[in-house]
């Protein structure tokens, strides 16, 4: 195990919550309990919360004032914004991502995140698998056979991102990533998480590790941001993203005929049920 200068900040863990007062001590308990060789931090973005999440973690902060620190907003900045604030405020050489309503089961999770990209330059982030779990913690889901996983830029782009949640994110936190936060059209995606893997594969020309180990928890809930959203709804989340992504990615030859196949395995029955004709012509036209 390699052992770093105890003077320098390894990991910022950024951290963005939203009135998730039933989960966030578990999230931050989950951050204490990491043990590396290593000095991290905890950064947390709290986007004007009002059900009382912001005095969990003022009482968090009067018990570790030199281990993490609160970024409050004055007033709900949504969660993009919440996110480029809290970004900006983390100083570590790495990013470890988490939000307010999930948490890591792994003490060690860091210190094997951080020794793999030390290890492994070729990398952008490591991620690892996830089991995902009901509001009283029952797992609903979590792969019984974890395998080692890689993921380019074209593989995202073609929505392979398998085993990447945000709980799981470790990425060097470098301008070639955070660049995606000055693009106008950031603010007009949904899942933000997956534009920023999929620009951070895209600007670095690097990828993706998987880790095979079960290392955190997914949330499903009726206030989160994605698991508690109806099914039509989300559809149209994804098919906006997906027309985002193609036009402000570039891609060429056979990725063109992928995302075309993507589209029309996906969304283009949803589509026309819908009588979107204009759309769907549009959307295959501009792949063609």
């Known amino acids: 195990m390699k052992y770093y200068d105890k003077e320098d900040l390894m990991v910022s863990v950024c951290c963005t919550t939203y009135n998730q007062k039933q989960f966030i001590t578990q999230t931050v308990e989950s ?8 000095q991290f931090e905890i950064v947390i973005g709290d986007d004007y919360s009002t ?9 968090f902060i009067e018990k570790y004032p030199a ?8 007033k709900n900045v949504g969660p993009y914004q919440n ?11 790495y990013l470890a991502l988490c939000d307010g309503d999930d948490y890591w089961t792994d003490p060690h999770k860091l210190q094997k995140q951080v ?20 509001t009283e913690g029952k797992t609903i889901h979590v792969d019984p ?45 949904f899942a933000a998480d997956k534009l920023l893997k999929l620009y951070a594969t895209f600007n670095t020309g690097r990828k993706i590790y998987v880790m095979p180990e079960v290392m955190s928890c997914y949330r499903v809930h009726v206030s989160g941001l994605w698991s508690g959203i109806r099914y039509e709804a989300r559809m149209e989340k994804m098919i906006s993203d997906f027309n985002l992504i193609i036009k402000q990615f570039s891609y060429r030859g056979i990725q063109k005929k992928r995302l075309l196949l993507l589209y029309i395995k996906r969304y283009i029955l ?13 959307t295959v036209k501009y792949l063609l």
Not at 115 to 134: A, G, K, M, S, W
Request: net charge positive; hydrophobic share 35%; glycine share 4%.
């Open 67 to 74: 281990k993490i620190k609160v970024i409050s907003a004055g």
């Open 31 to 38: 951050f204490l309990m990491q043990q590396t060789n290593f």
């Open 270 to 282: 949803f589509e026309m049920g819908r009588l979107r004709i204009r759309k769907v012509y549009n």
């Open 51 to 59: 059900d009382g999440t912001s005095e969990v973690l003022k009482s």
């Open 145 to 189: 056979n974890p395998l080692p996983l890689v993921h380019s830029y074209h593989d995202l782009l073609i929505g392979k991102q398998e085993e990447t949640k945000t709980a799981t994110v470790v990425y060097h936190n470098i301008p070639e990533v955070h660049q995606l936060f000055q693009k106008p059209w950031y603010f007009d995606c």
């Open 83 to 93: 996110m480029i604030d809290t970004v900006k405020a983390c100083k570590g050489k």
């Open 115 to 134: 020794d793999f990209l030390e290890q492994n330059p070729q990398y952008i982030i490591c991620c690892h698998y996830t089991r995902v779990v009901d």
